[in-house]
Each structure stands twice: as C-alpha cells, then as structure tokens.
C-alpha cells in the first residue's frame, strides 16, 4: 500500500486532528464544528488503522448519513490508498442493513419473501385502515384523512427510535396511570366548579388521540406482516431483531467488523445507535470512533441529539474525547457572528465545546441584513445582488441561496431566470411540482378519460402540440353554435370551417387529433410503460425538453416519473394508465412528493437549495432568504397533532434540561450560516404574499449586533417597477386579430356577478372560464347546488297553479339529480343531503314566504357602458310594496356563513355574497326603466345546519354601494377590453387557472 499520499494530507493536518487520527484503539468521541476537516479525519484514519493494525479493509465499517457523503469519503480514500479503497465498507445505515440482509440470507426468511412498499403505498394502507377502525379523534367528519399525514409521520419517527406498537401501549398505560393521579384535576369553586382545568382537558385528549394512533400503528404493523411487505424503516428494525436473538449472526458480524466509524453522530437515531450497541457488544472498550457536532443536529427531534452524546458517554465511560476548533472555512467574523447566535441553544453549554478559531486569510465582513418592503421586491432584490457579484467578477457556483423550504426557491428563480442568471436547484423537487411534467400529464388524464372534452380542450393548450389557442376557442364557439360536441367538430374540419373560423393551425390540429384517437386504442392494447415511451415521442414532449436550456433538469425529472411507472410494473405487470392517474390523485391529495435524484451538477451557476440539502458544502457567498418570524423561528412543528409520550418511552435527555422548541430551528440557521466563506446576506420583506405585515426572525436579533450591518435597500426600492416581473417573451404577445375577437367575444358574453368575482379572484379564472367557457366537471357541491336551486325555482313557479307539498320537491329533486352522471355512490351521498334539506325547508321557510314573490328571473343584455354589456340571473323577487319596492333573494347551498364572510368584511373571509346583490340592483335599475325598485337583497342559505336551523341575512342596498360597485365593472370591464390584464397573475402559487395560462401563453407565474 502507498502512504506518500498519506503522509503528505498528514503533514497538513493540525494537532487535534492529528490526535484524532493516531489514536485508533479504543472508544474515541471527536466534536467537529463546521470546516473544521471531519471529512479528511475520518478518511486519514481509517488509512492509518490500515497501516498500523492487523485488519484487512474488509473489517472496517464507516457509517454516514447519505450516500453522498459515502461517495465523498470513498473518493477521497481512493485517491490515498487506490483500489483497496473499494474494500473498505464505507455506507448509510440503511445500506448496511440491506448488505446484511443480503449476505446472510438464510437469516431473514420472511424478509426476502417480502415485498418492500413505497411513500404511496403506506398512505394507502393507513387511509385503509382509518376507514376501517372505529374513530372519533383521529376520523374527523369533514376530512376523513385529516391526520394522515401526521399518523404516518409519527409511525416513522417511532421506527426510528426502534418503538414497537407494544412499547408504545405500555407508555400509554403509564401515561394514564400519572395523569389519574394528578390531583388539581378539577375546579373545586367558583362557576366551573367540579369541570377539568383546561390544561388538563388538552392532556386527557392528547392521550385519547394517542390511543387512537396506537390502534392505527398496531393494524398497520399486522397487515404489513400479512400481507408480507415492509416499509423502509423495517429492513433496520429487522436487522435488530435479528442481532438480539440470534447470538450466531451477531458473533460473525462482530468478528468480521473491528473498527467502526460513525460520521454526523449527532443525527443518529435511537434504532441506529441500538444496532451499533449490539456489534460492538463484544467488547468492553470496542474499536468506536464517532465524529459529530449537536449544534448541527438538523435531523432529530428537539433534544434528542444531545442524548447521543450523552449515552455514549455513559456506555463508554473510558470514551477519549477531542475537539476539533480550527475552522477551515469561514472568517472568523462568520464564526463569531454564528457562535453568538447557537450561544441561545441551552444545549450548546452542556458538551465541553470549545470555540471555533478561524485558520484562513479571508478578508472579514460583517453580516449583511437586506429589508425590503414586498414579497417580489426580496426576490428581485436577491436576483440583482447576485448580477452585481457576477459582474464584478465572482464565480457564480461559488455563490448559494439557502432557504428553509423548497417552495421558497422557486419565485426566486423566476427572477434570476427574467435577469438571464444560470442557476442550478440542488434541492429534492417534487416531479410533479414541474409545469412541462404537469403538461405531460395532462395528456395522459385525457387520453385516459376520452370522455371528459374539458380534458381534451386543456390538453390542447398545451405549448409544445403547437396548437394556436385561438383556434380552440374558436371551435368551442362554433360546437355550441352547432349544439355538438367539441371532439365532433375537430372531426369535420374542412375548408369551409378553416376559412369561415380563420383557423390557423387546422392541419396540425387534425393531424395531433389523429394521434390523440391512436393513443386511446394503444392504451387498451399495449403495456403502459410502452404507451409513456409512445406519448413522449409522438407528442413533440422529447424533442421540446431536449431544445430547452433546462434539458437536463427537465430530462432527470421524466426519468424519475418513468423509474416510478417501472417500480409500479415491477410490482404489479398489469399496472395500467387508470392506476397511474389513481396514483397521481392519491399523490396529490395527500401533498406527498415524487422526488428527483440530486444531481451535483458541475455546470457553472448559482447554487438553490434548502439548508438540509447544504449540510456538508460550502460557498464563498451565501443568501439566507425569508428570514421573518414563522418562516425561521416559531414556526410550526412537526407533531404537534399527535402528541407522543416521548418522556415514557424513554427517549428524554437524562439530564435536568428544559429544552425549547426553538432550538432546533436555531441549529438549522447555525448551519446555514457556517456554510459560508466570505460573506453571508440575511433577506426578509416586511410585508408577505397576502399583504400582511411580517416581523424579521429572533434569530436576525440574537446575532450580536458588532457582527452585522444593515443594508440601505431604498435605492434599489426606488428603481424597484413591479411591473418588470411582468416581462413579456414574443410568444406572449397577441396577435392583433385574437385581441379584436376577444373583444367581441366579451361584448357577446357580456359580464356576470360570477365573471366578476372570478376576475377580481384571478384574471385568468375569468379568462378561461366565462370568456372562453371551457368545458368543466362539475363537482358534487356544483350538482347539489343546481338540482336545489332547479328545484326550488319549479315550486316557486307553478305554486300558484298546482296544489304543491314537500313530495313534489323531493320527486323534483330526484328527477333532477338522475339526468347527472355521477356515481351511484355520490348519487346516494347527494340524495341524502338534498332530501334532509328539501324537506326542512319546506317545513320551516316556505310557509313563511308571501305570495308577492317571483321565480328565477333571468336579465340580459343591460348595458352599463360602451363595451359594458350586463347579465345576471336573480333565484326570487319579493314585493314589498305597490309602489315597486323589492327584495332580491339569492339561495345558498353548502355551509351557513356569518355574516362578516357574507358581506367580505372578515378578514379571512373568501366570499363576498353581498356584492351579488348589489350587482342585481345595478341590473334592475336599468332593466324596464327602473321597474322593479330594489332596496333590499337577502341571502337564503337553503341547506341547514346540524340543528337543522336555517340563516337569511338581509342587507340594504344604498347608493354609494352602487357607485362602488359600477366603478369596480367599469374597472373590470376596461381591464378585459384592453386585455391589460394580460400581464397579470393572481399571486396563489396554486392557482390551476394561472398554470394553465403558462401552458398557453408561457407568461410568468
């Protein structure tokens, strides 16, 4: 073995790492701060137990946290010792645990007949299970799958520290045997007299739902079993289990490992710590180096980091401890600044920790604090910073954007992209978070329901079928002109149409429509992952992302969706497109991410990523963006709705420490702050995406103020345009004919209380779905909402003529309800539902109704001003007096609002019901002369609440609200004539509207 190459890394290295390197026997327990050279320590020392011991590179284990750190550490090791370095066991923990199960086959029977499941799989399985048990807690009425999420997490996190569903029971007993001896359960005076203290009432029901959560982890374990599978934290459980009864495997394990090396200790879990226990058992004093840091703990739960040091001092008394203080990175102003800032942490004094001291030349400057006013304004101000760095001359991958969430990144993106700054995002994005994969998909859902013409419509604003938008629209118009379906007339194109429409695009439209039938035959005839290949290629989708400056971003995303329908297949060959589209539903509903591989791209660029992802890395300039309080800082935790009985399963520091929740976030933002070199820019916006104030982070605060300054950003907000985001592309820009046709379409159409209000919501939602009128599903709330209001309408009209009772609702209803297609499950739901209501309205409202009342009215055509044309449908008209005076009455279903949410005063609120009835005046003022005088509007809810109780709220219709309503639609109206909406976005991130306008149109989102 050559050691050149070690004697010289060697020579470089300071005492303390030398020391941490030399010693190669016994239990060793090495603190490392950030830059402090852990990486190189580790590497050094296992050549050196090479060079100085007995063992072959087979009998040493090194043990990281991820597989790039393994790939980094067995780099470096090849480069010093060449080929034996690949000997050398140099894994993750769940690696291990694989390689064990391998190797020793005949030791996990049942394991190998197992089937492992997916993220996917195990909420399927729980959402199965919550549907089973009886729940009262962990089932709420209204969102069924409401803690899901939280029930899976909780079920990982118990697997992690090696907790049963046994162990569990068994700290829930004890649990409430502690909470049946408190003794100042109850008031003992006063007006709640002999009632639980409140306090206590949140106790009993924390534990209630635990109970309820145990139950749930309990089945899921006994299914697994049944059905032979396994979710990925059983392969380490089971390895544990295996060690603990069967002496043979343990002793060939022990014999083949004698040193073993742990690296970010500090973020080991409970199970993991278990499993080295039970190696290294074969000694008193085993061969155990450990290296880690609790101020960099970012991956357990609060408390829990400091345990490890802690137990392994106790299980190892003898344990030799080294510090490594001498920081290779940082300035010391950076190390100062972030030690003052963990110095908050109460488990930061309790390790014999000393300070880090800077061992490089770098220029010291202060931490830079940058305040801006807006939400776009941080982002834009980041992405100038940035151009001004890369101007002066600074490598652009030497500089990185940290944030606390993924979602965090994309805005700035956007703005880096509008300045023409490469970038790379080295963060876990979600597949289906992408617009061109959404894209995609939205083929697959219409090719897998041909049926549905609204999918079929939004499939073909999809940019890279090449279709001109318009000429959809176009023929949307002219299908219901003819009364036919959509898919009828793209059949029947023909010159007569192209030229009669002005059609643009016609032969590539018949020719993708041609393609479109042929993928709905191949789906019923071919294996799915050959139908994928098919539609990626046929559709232009391959050649699009392969022009695209981000192809290999985009390339990387489609092939993690494909490896996920090839995992599907694996499992099950007869996995089809209906399964797929199932899958994606589940995947959605249940906010669960398909996830990219990160790829440590070599491409010049600025770095994106979340702290988690930057752990190990480092950069000459880092951004921490967002830091106001809630984003960083008392932000929400993870567990909250299930609170485990952490102190009775034995995973609280044996120590007399009271811990803050707040401490874990701290450690996040120590590291994000030590992974920088030169210099560090902390952001945050005093006013957030809704508008509401926002305060900066404690943490901006808990930094000694010596350390940092404060940015002069009034320049830039100065030179600051909103409208600069809004940057048109050429494609964007609208062809002078489309924009005379929409102009004329919207004096067609006319406007509407409900075009209104969707544009006020968002220009787009009106776009697509009142100028355009894309087709749509209607939901069962939509349908519900019809068949009462048809209803309703057909009793008011003929009541008068017929002899009308409750029966002739409910058959009405019925009738009703039947002409709509939807499951007999959803049929038997909405019967349920609509009958309760019909029947209680009949018994309490109607006969308390005059008989001055009209019908559903239905205006048209009233103009308000030039280009203005109003519509509106008005559900009753009741007379108040003989001189004309009326009450308009507008019918509600769905739940019973206040009347703050009614009228949009509540702050909170997403209706405004109230503006419905002033549009109706402004229709009726102008409708007959001012015949019907309206000075009233109430609205009707027509579904009642659990009481069985019905609102109406009446409001007075004044002037001034008038004048304000009629200068809001001549606002709207210029807008849509104008087409100055066209720069716009709405600001809801999830808004689907604004991303199908992206598909069509590429404008910014």
């Not at 005076?189 to 009632?195: R, T, V």
């Not at 488990?347 to 920790?353: G, H, K």
């Amino acid at each position: 073995m050559t050691t050149n190459e070690f004697k010289k890394a060697y020579k470089n290295l300071n005492s303390a790492q030398k020391l941490a390197v030399d010693e190669i026997e016994g239990p060793i327990m090495v603190i490392a701060g950030p830059g402090t050279g852990k990486t190189e320590v580790l590497t050094l020392r296992i050549v050196n137990i090479l060079l100085n011991s007995q063992v072959n590179p087979e009998n040493i284990l090194a043990l990281t946290f991820s597989e790039s750190a393994s790939f980094e550490m067995r780099s470096r090791l090849s480069e010093i010792i060449g080929t034996p370095a690949f000997r050398v066991e140099v894994v993750t923990f769940h690696s291990f645990s694989n390689g064990v199960i391998k190797n020793y086959p005949d030791e996990f029977p049942l394991l190998l007949s197992s089937e492992n499941i997916t993220e996917t799989e195990q909420i399927e399985l729980i959402e199965k299970i919550i549907n089973q048990l009886d729940l009262k807690l962990l089932r709420p009425f209204g969102d069924p799958v409401y803690y899901l999420k939280d029930i899976l997490g909780a079920i990982n996190d118990l697997k992690k520290e090696g907790v049963t569903p046994e162990k569990l029971k068994d700290s829930i007993n004890k649990q409430k045997k502690d909470f049946e001896e408190i003794e100042d359960i109850y008031y003992e005076k006063g007006k709640y007299k002999g009632e639980m203290k409140g306090k206590y009432a949140d106790l009993k029901k924390d534990i209630e739902k635990v109970e309820e959560f145990f139950s749930i982890f309990d089945s899921y374990q006994k299914i697994l079993a049944e059905e032979k599978k396994y979710d990925f934290n059983d392969m380490l459980l089971e390895v544990i289990k295996a060690l603990e009864l069967n002496k043979s495997l343990l002793l060939r394990l022990q014999e083949k490992y004698q040193y073993i090396l742990i690296d970010e200790h500090q973020d080991t879990n409970a199970a993991q710590n278990r499993l080295m226990e039970l190696i290294l058992s074969f000694y008193k004093n085993p061969n155990i180096f450990v290296v880690g840091d609790e101020k960099q703990a970012i991956y357990r739960f609060q408390g829990a980091s400091l345990e490890n040091f802690l137990y392994f001092r106790k299980i190892y008394p003898s344990v030799k401890l080294i510090n490594l203080q001498e920081n290779y990175r940082s300035h010391q102003l950076i190390l100062n600044a972030a030690g003052s800032l963990i110095a908050k942490n109460i488990s930061a004094n309790i390790l014999p920790q000393k300070k880090l001291r800077a061992n490089c030349d770098t220029k010291a400057q202060k931490i830079k604090l940058a305040a801006v006013s807006s939400y776009d304004s941080e982002y834009e101000y980041i992405a100038s910073d940035i151009k001004e760095k890369i101007t002066k001359g600074f490598n652009p991958s030497e500089i990185a954007v940290l944030a606390r969430r993924n979602s965090d990144l994309i805005p700035l993106a956007r703005s880096l992209n509008r300045l023409g700054i490469k970038f790379i995002i080295q963060s876990d994005q979600n597949i289906l978070n992408d617009l061109e994969i959404q894209k995609l998909i939205l083929i697959f859902q219409s090719i897998a329901n041909p049926m549905d013409e609204s999918l079929l419509i939004k499939m073909l604003h999809v940019n890279f079928l090449k279709i001109d938008p318009f000429d959809v629209y176009k023929l949307i118009g002219n299908s219901k002109k003819q009364k036919k379906a959509f898919s009828k007339v793209i059949e029947k194109i023909n010159k007569r149409i192209i030229k009669e429409l002005d059609l643009k695009q016609a032969v590539v439209l018949s020719s993708l429509y041609s393609k479109y039938k042929n993928w709905i035959c191949e789906n019923d005839n071919v294996p799915f992952d050959n139908l994928f290949i098919k539609v990626v290629n046929e559709s232009g989708f391959k050649e699009f992302i392969l022009k695209s400056s981000d192809r290999y971003q985009l390339l990387n995303r489609l092939n993690g969706l494909f490896d996920e329908i090839k995992l599907r297949l694996y499992k099950n060959p007869k996995f089809n497109l209906i399964e797929f589209i199932n899958l994606l539903q589940i995947v959605e509903k249940h906010k669960v991410a398909l996830r990219t591989k990160i790829e440590h791209s070599r491409e010049e660029g600025i770095r994106l990523l979340t702290v988690h992802k930057s752990k190990g890395l480092e950069f000459e300039w880092v951004y921490i963006i967002n830091c106001f309080d809630g984003r960083w800082g008392n932000s929400r935790k993870r567990g909250a709705k299930i609170k485990l009985p952490w102190k009775y399963l034995g995973a609280d520091v044996k120590a007399e420490i009271s811990f803050e929740e707040i401490e874990d976030e701290r450690r996040l933002f120590y590291v994000a702050m030590t992974r920088a070199k030169r210099g560090i820019t902390l952001t945050f916006s005093k006013f957030g995406i809704d508008g509401k104030e926002q305060l900066p982070s404690q943490f901006i605060e808990e930094i000694e103020s010596e350390f940092t300054e404060i940015i002069d950003t009034s320049k830039f907000e100065k030179s600051f345009d909103k409208a600069q985001i809004f940057d048109l592309t050429a494609s964007a820009k609208l062809d002078p004919k489309n924009k005379e046709y929409l102009k004329q379409l919207f004096y067609e159409k006319g406007l509407s209380v409900t075009g209104l209000g969707n544009f006020l919501t968002c220009p787009w939602k009106y776009f697509f779905r009142n100028l355009i009128s894309l087709p749509d599903v209607k939901n069962k709330s939509l349908i519900l909402g019809t068949a009462i209001h048809a209803t309703l309408d057909s009793f008011i009209k003929f009541r008068r003529t017929k002899s009308l009772n409750e029966q002739y609702l409910i058959d009405k209803f019925r009738e009703l309800l039947e002409k709509e297609a939807i499951s007999d499950e959803d049929r038997i739901e909405l019967l349920k539902k609509g009958e309760r209501a019909l029947k209680l309205f009949y018994e309490k409202i109607i006969p308390t109704w005059t008989e001055n009342i009209q019908s559903e009215m239905n205006i048209k055509g009233v103009k308000l001003s030039e280009g203005i044309i109003l519509n509106g449908r008005l559900d009753m008209i009741e007379q108040l007096s003989k001189t004309g005076s009326v009450r308009v009455h507008d019918f509600k279903t769905g739940k019973i609002k206040s009347r703050s949410q009614i009228d949009g005063t509540r702050a909170d609120s997403k209706y405004n019901y109230k503006r419905q009835l002033v549009f109706y005046r402004v229709l009726l003022d102008r409708y007959k002369e001012g015949l019907f005088k309206m000075r009233e509007g109430a609205i009707d809810f027509v579904e009642p609440n659990g009481k069985g109780d019905f609102k109406s709220e009446i409001f007075s219709i004044t002037e001034e609200d008038v004048r304000e309503l009629e200068s809001v639609i001549k606002s709207v109206g210029s807008q849509i004539i104008n087409l100055t909406f066209w720069e716009q976005k709405c600001g809801d991130d999830n808004c689907e509207d604004c991303r199908l306008k992206e598909m069509v149109f590429n404008l910014p989102a």
